[in-house]
């Protein structure tokens, strides 16, 4: 790649160490539980993991991870201006245990993360009002009016939340906020596995954050406890076996062989997360909007079954569940009543096989087998 013009004076050593200062304690005063600072540049190990990825096939029908390979592995690839990513977590920590509705085969099972209001809308707005800071900040340090006409002297920002192609979990560790763990997702020593991430990209120079220190080690908890056996070795992944990917990217049946393994998870799936070691120095999120709607907590598969179009709207109004939509929500709440050995839901099973969905009339057939068969 060619050098990038500088878009403004760089800031000295002095001036960029105190605008960071004054760029975290912002940070933090706006809820963030962790924020660090790198370049917006990657190693080369990252596009090599990403390429195997794709070659491997592991992003199953994910295609946009493939479409954009280039500007995920290459920062100034996606935005040539950018020196500095500013990546911030937000902990989502439960408080009890996060697998506890599982011990529950009545009910459903859905990831922490979304038995609340969806995540990205609360952090993207904390990012921008973050960025404004950082703008007006910037320019304080730089020197520059706020009326100036020259953008080549204003600092500029762009802000991410898992809706571009930004590599969030390599650059939040390479920013200090931790490491990824065999499970591939980000750990961090105070938040263990329940970080939010987001990212700050800025034409301003800042000062890299230290390494955060910690390591796996040699624990395996996550990778034995996945249901689905979805990491063929330690820091690697196959989607097309986890449950997350299963029952919120996967658009068709799911595979039979998979069904049983999934149990009772209807839209995510904790099972690597929650045993992560590290959890223990997590404290429970400070967030009140990150907090579970009660209904969510463990919801009955017997109501969740009878929801339509509408019901479901109306129940997962500002969710990130309603993003899948209704028919493949009950395919995945059929799923779960298909694995719940509770004989009183084969009714609720019986009454979808007519579905006018052909992929839920199908999942209910299988639910109505499995729990008959269970019977006899």
């Known amino acids: 790649m060619s050098d990038t013009p500088p878009l403004q004076p760089a800031l000295s050593e002095t001036r960029s160490q105190k605008l960071a200062a004054r760029i975290r304690e912002k940070a933090l005063a706006l809820g963030f539980d962790a924020i660090g600072f790198c370049p917006a540049h990657l190693g080369p190990e990252v596009r090599t993991r990403l390429t195997d990825f794709l070659v491997q096939g592991y992003h199953g029908e994910m295609g946009w991870l493939a479409d954009r390979a280039d500007q995920r592995a290459h920062p100034q690839a996606l935005w040539p201006e950018a020196r500095s990513v500013i990546a911030l977590g937000l902990s989502y920590t439960p408080e009890g245990d996060a697998l506890a509705t599982l011990r529950k085969p009545e009910c459903g099972n859905i990831s922490v993360y979304a038995r609340h209001r969806d995540y990205h809308d609360l952090i993207k707005g904390m990012l921008k009002h973050l960025a404004q800071f950082v703008v007006k900040e910037g320019r304080d340090a730089l020197n520059v009016s706020a009326q100036s006409q020259h953008a080549t002297d204003t600092p500029q920002v762009k802000v991410f939340v898992d809706t571009a192609p930004v590599a969030e979990k390599p650059l939040a560790a390479q920013a200090g906020l931790g490491w990824q763990g065999k499970h591939t997702n980000l750990v961090s020593r105070t938040q263990g596995s329940w970080l939010f991430l987001g990212e700050i990209y800025t034409t301003l120079d800042l000062p890299p954050s230290p390494p955060s220190g910690g390591s796996c080690g040699s624990c395996t908890r996550c990778l034995t406890a996945c249901p689905t056996q979805a990491f063929p070795e330690p820091y690697k992944m196959d989607a097309r076996r986890c449950i997350s990917y299963l029952t919120i990217e996967h658009a068709g049946p799911i595979p039979l062989a998979l069904r049983p393994a999934i149990g009772t998870h ?23 909007k990150l907090q579970p709607r009660p209904d969510l907590i463990a919801p009955e598969l017997a109501t969740l079954s009878q929801l339509d179009d509408a019901a479901f709207r109306q129940m997962f109004s500002g969710s990130p569940i309603k993003r899948i939509g209704r028919n493949r929500f009950i395919r995945n709440v059929l799923i779960a009543i298909g694995n719940s050995k509770q004989p009183a839901l084969l009714p609720h099973a019986q009454t979808l096989t007519s579905d006018a969905d052909p992929i839920v009339a199908e999942a209910a057939q299988w639910a109505t087998t499995r729990l008959m068969d269970q019977q006899a």
């Open 266 to 288: 209807i839209y995510g799936c904790d099972d690597c997360l929650a045993v992560c070691p590290w959890n223990r120095f997590a404290q429970v999120s400070r967030q009140i």
